[in-house]
Structures are given as C-alpha cells and as structure tokens.
C-alpha cells in the first residue's frame, strides 16, 4: 500500500529557516498536504499542493514538490518558538474516499 | 463555525471493558473519518463514514467499529479493550471539496485520549 516517510526530528534556532522532508509513494495522489499537530490538540492543515504543480508559497510557507522523486517539503521561513510543533505530511489515496496515509511526523525543535 | 467536536476528551478504562466516543462534524460535512495515533504506529485509518454508510475500513480487526447518524454525527466503538487500545483516537469531518479548489481538506477534532488500564 503506500506509504509516506519523513525525518523524525529537527532543530533550529530562532529566526532560521526550518526544511521538512517528505517522500511518498503514491503517484496518483493529486493532492499533497502538510498538517501540524500542537502538543495536545489535533491536527491543523497547514497547506496542500495540487500535484501538477512545483511550487506554492503561502506567507512563512513554501512547499516543494518534485514529482518525479516523489519528494516533497515543507520550508518555513523565519521559524520562531510557536512554530514547534509536529509535523505531518499526508497523501490521499487515490479511491472514493477520505482515507488519507500519513507520514511518521517531524518534531520541530525551536531554539532560542 | 463551529469546528468538529470530540468527547469524551480525556477517560480511562479497564481491559476487557468496552468503550465508545462521540465526533460531531462541522455543519455540512457528511464525511467523518476516524483515526488512531500512537507513539509507536503513528497515525493511522480507522475507517470513514459517509451519509451513514461505512465507505472505507483500514486494517482493525473488528473490535473495532463504528457509525454514522442522519445528522452525520458519528461514534465509534471498541469491545474488549487491550493495552495495545490506549491512544489518541482522532476524528476529522471534510466536504467533498474545499471552498477555492478540489482538495480534500480533513478537519480534525483535539481527539479523545483512550487510556486502558
């Protein structure tokens, strides 16, 4: 079935740009998503990129896709302390349906 | 509007007992999904429902199970709790697609955690 890795941990220092790695499998996904998880809340949806395209910038955020690698990241400019957080990246399985496949998480350290 | 909403949030249970938790989705969204994250096996698919039909099911053997109301609110329920049960069972509601695209957006609740005893 697929599957989606992703780095499990990352620190940087405040005000540095943090870059979180994903690869997946399934390359009929049409869409990509990235969502964040607080300590003790769900998960929050961050951004999504819609797999014919490479790039896709949203404030502090910018997403990567390279299709061909199957990789996909997730940069966040100017990272500050309320940016640590998990974060999951999630492809949808290509049926009629809402069962997504989501990655192991990235813990992201934020130093001061 | 109101986001989607989970309870109990927090219980505690014994093994061999039963338990069951509540999701009510956000207004409009007819599509509940269901989820189990753990430590050591992350997130992963319960199943989902869709206009009170169970749509896709992962890989949970049947103590797991679940189902969906007219008003799409949802329940699930486990039987015969084992250790292995104690997680963070999280529900999320979506629309068949978001407002400005065709993305399915999943909406997530904060999540009851399950622990058993």
């Known amino acids: 079935g697929e599957d989606v890795e992703q780095s499990l941990f990352l620190s940087v220092r405040e005000g540095d740009s943090s870059v979180i790695n994903c690869t997946y499998t399934d390359s009929s996904s049409t869409y990509l998503y990235w969502y964040k998880q607080e300590p003790g809340a769900g998960l929050q949806l961050l951004t999504y990129?819609?797999?014919?395209?490479d790039m896709k910038q949203d404030q502090r955020l910018t997403v990567l896709l390279n299709k061909k690698d199957k990789h996909l990241s997730l940069r966040i400019a100017d990272t500050q302390t309320g940016d640590s957080a998990i974060y999951f990246c999630a492809e949808k399985e290509n049926n009629y349906g809402q069962n997504f496949v989501f990655g192991p998480g990235t813990r992201l350290s934020v130093l001061p | 509007k109101a986001g989607v909403t989970q309870t109990p949030r927090y219980l505690i249970k014994t093994r061999g007992q039963q338990v069951t938790l509540s999701c009510s989705p956000i207004s409009g969204h007819r599509s509940v999904s269901w989820y189990q994250q753990t430590p050591g096996q992350g997130l992963q698919f319960l199943f989902e429902y869709f206009s009170e039909t169970q749509r896709n099911k992962g890989n949970f053997p049947g103590r797991f199970s679940g189902r969906q109301f007219s008003n799409s609110r949802s329940e699930m329920n486990v039987s015969t709790l084992e250790l292995g049960d104690s997680a963070l069972y999280l529900c999320?509601?979506?629309?068949?697609?978001?407002?400005?695209?065709?993305?399915?957006?999943?909406?997530f609740g904060a999540g009851s955690r399950l622990t058993v005893l």
């Open positions: 990129i819609f797999s014919n395209m």
């Open positions: 999320a509601s979506s629309s068949p697609g978001h407002e400005t695209s065709g993305a399915n957006v999943l909406t």
